[in-house]
């Protein structure tokens, strides 16, 4: 495969830095890079391949000749520069909420299905972090053993919401710890030595935003709309690393030895569980690494058909950027990248 000119908008918030660090380590395909961010970013400097680029304004005409567009920079941009990129003749793939829900953009994991990558119009959607780790480790249950039911609860780490909330997280826990008091700003409580019931807006149902994301994007994803799901979605004072509490009812019993031998052998998880020796994924190990780890797999004892599990995720690599550009391997790999050529 030729080189590929690569466009990165959002290069300098924590998406797009892991962007860059991702498609370095991967060896992506790629003989240019553009840099492109907010007028209050351009200007910048960033090293990609040892080599120092400076970051750019985004501009309609930012992506003449780009093939592969990555977007992390919010909804409102994605909204207005995706389809001027998608007209350009790029693929764009989008980290932001605006385009997940659209009928005709596909939402992709491409551990759970990667055929929809092929639908693509020009944009294709990267889907919520905390539903890529949560749809990663449960469809491959789901396709020995149909899900009927999941109730989640989850603990999303600050990096989350962006450098501003991991400053603030760093900043509020030095001043607890000196006895002064915090005023926050990112959040509406204080974060540090704390936990917030409420990630994003509270909708009409009394669920937040990123709950209700995380129920029909499972059902987009895994091509499931009759799966019952329920969430909570909960801030908590870590850094980096999502973690879910899963409480999945099947179709048929699962025996939980049974589910640790399916989910050892798919791809992108990894099993943790032994708790004679406290053996179980945590947030803090799972920082910087690429796989779904999944561990306290045991029998939910109010439900027959039920298993209970516990699974973390670095929310920056996985439940973003990593996702993101294995979607845009899998359109080399599989020759999607021209939508006239993809619907063939």
């Known amino acids: 495969m030729k080189g590929l000119k690569v466009a990165v908008v959002g290069a300098t918030g924590l998406v797009g830095q892991e962007f860059i660090k991702i498609l370095e380590q ?3 395909p790629m003989n240019s890079i553009e840099l492109l961010a907010s007028d209050r970013s351009a200007g910048k400097k960033l090293f990609v391949n040892h080599r120092e680029l400076v970051v750019k304004e985004t501009a309609p005409a930012s992506f003449k000749d780009v093939d592969i567009a990555l977007f992390s920079a919010g909804a409102e941009i994605s909204r207005y520069f995706s389809p001027l990129a998608a007209q350009a003749g790029a693929v764009v793939v989008d980290n932001s909420s605006a385009f997940r829900m659209e009928t005709k953009v596909p939402l992709v994991v491409p551990e759970v299905n990667p055929e929809d990558i092929k639908l693509h119009k020009g944009i294709i959607a990267n889907p919520n972090c905390s539903t890529i780790q949560l749809v990663v480790a449960l469809n491959p249950l789901h396709k020995v053993n149909p899900i009927k039911r999941i109730v989640a609860v989850t603990y999303q780490a600050v990096s989350g919401t962006g450098s501003a909330a991991v400053e603030e997280l760093t900043e509020q826990s030095k001043q607890v710890l000196e ?3 915090t005023v926050p700003h990112v959040y509406p409580h204080q974060i540090a030595f704390n936990v ?4 994003d807006v509270f909708l009409d149902n009394d669920y937040t935003k990123e709950e209700w994301k995380m129920v029909e994007e499972t059902r987009k994803i895994m091509h499931a ?9 909960v801030r908590v004072p870590v850094f ?20 640790k031998r399916i989910l ?34 045991h029998r939910d004892v109010s439900h027959p058909n039920g298993l209970v599990m516990w ?15 294995q979607i845009a391997e899998e359109l080399i790999k599989r020759d999607w990248l021209h939508p006239g050529e993809a619907g063939k």
């Open 240 to 259: 980096i690393g999502h973690s879910e509490a899963l409480h999945i009812e099947f179709s048929q019993p699962m025996a939980p030895d049974d589910a």
């Open 179 to 181: 006895g002064q008091n």
């Open 196 to 199: 917030l019931p409420e990630i």
């Open 264 to 297: 050892a052998q798919a791809p992108g998880v990894k099993v943790l569980d032994d708790p004679g020796i406290s053996l179980y994924p945590q947030p803090w190990s799972a920082a910087g690494t690429d796989d779904v780890f999944v561990g306290r797999i």
């Open 311 to 325: 699974v973390v995720a670095d929310n920056l690599r996985k439940g973003a950027a990593l996702n993101t550009v």
């Open 225 to 233: 709309p009759d799966i019952a799901i329920s969430a909570v979605c």
């Open 26 to 28: 991967r060896d992506f």
